[in-house]
């Protein structure tokens, strides 16, 4: 049987928004207080970037360090147990539209192919897996949180906006099925299927669309957002061969049909 796969980018891909939003706004946070939060974390990473002499720096995580060293989470220490609460409580509400179901219509749909699912994202692996059980997908890369005694207390596991394309090449040789194989890949590129939104997606875009046989990289938007528009219409600028459609994952929109199109050309 012919092996495939889609892979997602989370915030603003599958999610509607930042998913970690959830956890400031149990802390009190309102729109303008998020907005700010997130102003405040992009001027502090360029400044770290700044700082050190290693060109290949992660930054992306330090969004989880700024937001434990807020005094809303000094006064109040979010705990495991909250964050898995938060997330199965309130992810179910920033879903896409067609989300989680998806991934199993899609494989459904498809049965002459082997496919499976995966997660890229810059977020919190243990709210995500809250809602994306193994019963959406295989594989699920993000932040895992480090915790002692129960408090959270920075982070355990590293995935970068830097380590996406190595995580389409682990997914495409197999490694997270547990097979092993650096000479032999278990699922070619051109066999695959990325979704992103935005500049952390253009390194994932870029090894998906820059290969001799290519595979399919889609990059979503909002419709209610003429900034997400344009961010998507740029972004085809510069990968070429890149699509985008609105984040809309329900049967028969454009990026069903797309997709659709794509995986029956893999058994024609």
């Not at 207080?33 to 330090?62: G, L, M, S």
């Not at 682990?170 to 092993?180: A, F, L, N, P, V």
Request: glycine fraction near 6%; include cysteine; charge should be neutral.
């Amino acid at each position: 049987m012919i092996k495939a796969a889609i892979c997602t980018d989370a915030d603003h891909s599958i999610l509607t928004r930042d998913h970690p939003d959830l956890l400031l706004q149990t802390r009190d946070f309102n729109e303008e207080q998020i907005k700010t939060f997130w102003e405040e974390v992009d001027i502090k990473a360029e400044e770290y970037k700044h700082k050190t002499p290693i060109r290949r720096t992660n930054t992306d995580c330090y969004y989880i360090r700024h937001m434990l060293d807020h005094p809303a989470f000094q006064k109040r220490p979010l705990t495991m147990q909250e964050v898995h609460k938060i997330a199965r409580q309130g992810l179910p509400s920033i879903l896409c539209p067609g989300m989680p179901y998806f991934f199993q219509r899609k494989k459904q749909e498809h049965p002459n192919l082997q496919l499976s699912s995966h997660i890229i994202s810059l977020g919190i692996v243990d709210m995500l897996e809250q809602i994306f059980t193994e019963n959406y997908v295989e594989g699920l890369y993000g932040y895992a949180l480090a915790e002692k005694n129960g408090t959270i207390t920075g982070v355990a596991g590293s995935q970068s906006s830097l380590e996406k394309p190595d995580a389409i090449k682990d997914i495409s040789r197999g490694i997270y099925s547990g097979t092993i194989d650096y000479g032999k890949f278990e699922i070619p590129i051109s066999h695959m299927v990325y979704i992103g939104d935005s500049g952390t997606d253009k390194r994932a875009f870029w090894t998906i669309r820059h290969q001799k046989n290519p595979g399919l990289a889609v990059c979503v938007f909002d419709p209610n957002n003429n900034l997400s528009y344009q961010k998507a219409k740029k972004m085809q600028r510069e990968v070429p061969g890149l699509m985008k459609a609105e984040r809309d994952f329900r049967p028969g929109s454009k990026l069903d049909d797309i997709l659709n199109k794509f995986f029956l050309s893999l058994t024609a």
